[in-house]
């Protein structure tokens, strides 16, 4: 593994960590191990050293011809989300990662995503009188009341003296995401069990549903001892104001998950997928009475990659296995239909996006195949994410692809689309670019030496994407403009931004 993964312990008020190191040589041609830093690890380490860049920049996008710099911002973005207003379809908000800011960042669009505003997500008080917190991993859904909700994560910790813990977090905007005046924290954890990672929040949007407009919102409790965490979904019935929280993964099993992915089906289901990577499997469970009681899990589908990879377009990081989840709520003939996709590695020893589907409420599923384009030369595809179009019932799913690399390394990567208008039977080829212009995480577009985006992070684990009306809004960083002078930025660069389009 050229080195790359180390166990380091990291005790903060009794927590135990999985640290990743990382290094620059050439990734391995197999899969990794199942130890991963959590995307914050990095936040953390740069605010330990380095101290916060304090407040925003610039809060208005910029546009690029069909794409839209939504962050235009100092100091690089990763990890992207995106939801839709289904009562006004041109209101649109986004949240991303701040790497050298405490705060998470959130955006939000009036018309159809042409142009973007930028708010900072709240945080509470530090547990110690020398700490502080920050936000990570953002995750975002409107209610069918026109309630916005921003879930994430904050961690806490005492400046040179480790981790004090990390709590679950849920704000609430009712203007579309320009204000977050009310938010609620809950399951704080001081990691002597474990520590919460990766939130993926949803809503019941069902006219007909019995739970109509609760919020669910599903993570992964990781840990660094034998017994994890396991799969956790919070409930709220009162729009936010309190959550309660249920186990859904197998109680007695190893807890040893990643990259949990809520929905709601069109009767208002709770189903929620996830990547056992002890089982080296995506699994899948459901609550048919609003994520009160829980069936018995069941697999998706088996899979080669454990956990991560390390591909050359990602440098610092490995790419991470995790499934992204949807139901069909449209009136079309695939009503109720349940999809899910994620990554893995394929014969030809690279990484590509498969979807599988059931049309049982998941208790069975189909063979697992891929989306995209397929080709003879090498290409890498990673941190997609699916949505299904309430409207048309279009399944869109939108990834990075290495497919106009010009290095010869696979290190350049675009940002694609994939459509299935046929219930995902068939894809429909080629797929459509939405990037227009080309990145290289490998090697920060040639800059050396490379001070730009070898921090750690890079485009983190995840992007975004939401669908609606035939329209679809996928969400990526890229590094278009780590040449761009960026006056009155504590560091020269801008690095990442967080980017997106509008694809019909």
């Not at 936000?135 to 806490?156: K, R």
């Not at 899948?284 to 998706?300: A, E, K, L, Q, Y």
């Not at 995902?424 to 030496?449: K, Y």
Request: include cysteine; charged fraction near 15%.
């Amino acid at each position: 593994m050229n080195g790359r993964l180390r166990l380091t312990m990291f005790l903060g008020l009794g927590l135990i960590l999985l640290a990743l190191g990382a290094s620059s040589n050439v990734r391995p041609t197999a899969a990794e191990s199942a130890t991963h830093d959590p995307t914050w690890w990095d936040k953390y380490q740069f605010i330990l050293n380095s101290g916060s860049d304090g407040s925003a920049g610039n809060t208005g996008s910029v546009s690029y011809g069909t794409n839209v710099d939504v962050s235009n911002e100092c100091g690089p973005q990763s990890e992207t989300f995106i939801t839709i207003d289904p009562n006004k379809p041109k209101t649109l908000a986004a949240g991303s990662n701040e790497i050298f800011r405490l705060p998470m960042r959130g955006y939000y669009s009036t018309n159809g995503g042409t142009s973007w505003g930028g708010v900072d997500l709240p945080l509470p008080p530090a547990k110690s009188k020398s700490g502080i917190d920050f936000g990570s991993d953002p995750t975002l859904a409107f209610d069918s009341s026109g309630n916005l909700f921003y879930g994430y994560i904050v961690v806490f910790f005492a400046k040179g003296n480790g981790i004090n813990g990390t709590q679950m977090a849920v704000a609430r905007s009712t203007d579309g995401g320009k204000t977050y005046p009310t938010v609620t924290y809950f399951d704080f954890e001081n990691g002597t069990n474990h520590f919460n990672d990766k939130p993926m929040i949803t809503a019941d949007q069902n006219v007909g549903s019995p739970y109509r407009d609760n919020v669910y919102i599903a993570w992964d409790a990781a840990s660094g001892g034998s017994i994890g965490g396991g799969v956790r979904l919070a409930t709220s019935t009162d729009h936010g104001a309190s959550f309660t929280t249920k186990r859904v993964d197998d109680p007695s099993g190893p807890g040893r998950s990643i990259g949990a992915s809520p929905a709601v089906g069109p009767a208002g289901q709770v189903y929620v997928a996830w990547n056992d990577y002890v089982a080296n499997a995506i699994v899948f469970n459901r609550s048919f009475d609003g994520g009160n009681t829980w069936g018995t899990p069941v697999t998706v589908s088996q899979k080669v990659l454990p956990f991560d990879l390390r591909i050359p377009a990602e440098s610092f990081r490995g790419a991470l296995v995790y499934p992204s989840l949807d139901v069909d709520r449209s009136s079309g003939i695939h009503r109720g239909r349940i999809y899910c996709s994620w990554m893995d590695l394929t014969p030809a020893n690279v990484t590509d996006i498969f979807v599988s589907y059931s049309d049982d409420n998941g208790a069975t599923w189909t063979t697992a195949a891929p989306v995209t384009d397929q080709f003879l030369s090498p290409v890498d595809r990673f941190n997609h994410w699916m949505s299904v179009d309430p409207v048309t019932g279009n399944v869109d799913v939108a990834f990075y692809d290495t497919r106009n690399d010009t290095t010869g390394f696979r290190y350049q990567t675009d940002y694609y689309l994939a459509r299935s208008t046929d219930g995902g039977a068939t894809w429909a080829a080629p797929d459509v670019r939405v990037s227009t212009v080309s990145s290289n995480e490998h090697d920060c577009n040639g800059i050396f030496p490379c001070d730009g985006i070898n921090y750690g992070n890079q485009q983190g684990d995840y992007e975004g994407l939401v669908s609606y009306g035939g329209v679809a809004y996928p969400v990526w960083t890229d590094s278009r403009r780590q040449l761009d002078p960026s006056s009155g930025c504590r560091r020269p660069l801008l690095m990442e931004e967080v980017f997106t389009a509008k694809v019909k």
